[in-house]
């Protein structure tokens, strides 16, 4: 099951200066295991992705690294406050 946890609207400023209206929606999806469609390393190889590595909440929170969206310590944890849909 797939649910929106939260949807915005900003104004946007692209490196060519044009200004747009930018959409933003984050999901939560729970499956019983980590599935990918295609092999990892080729699907990663595609999008640019030289690795991964799994973040508890508490490091998502702390850490120094730019990481969006900024609140995602807090979605996270709303996410999992949220019972599971059977």
Known sequence: MTELVRGREFALNLPNGENVIAEEYFFAARTPELMFPCDRQAC???EGIVGFRWW???EIAFTKETIFPDDLAE???LVGSIAPKP
């Open 44 to 46: 990663w190889a595609a």
């Open 56 to 58: 508890s909440i508490e």
């Open 75 to 77: 979605l996270l944890a």
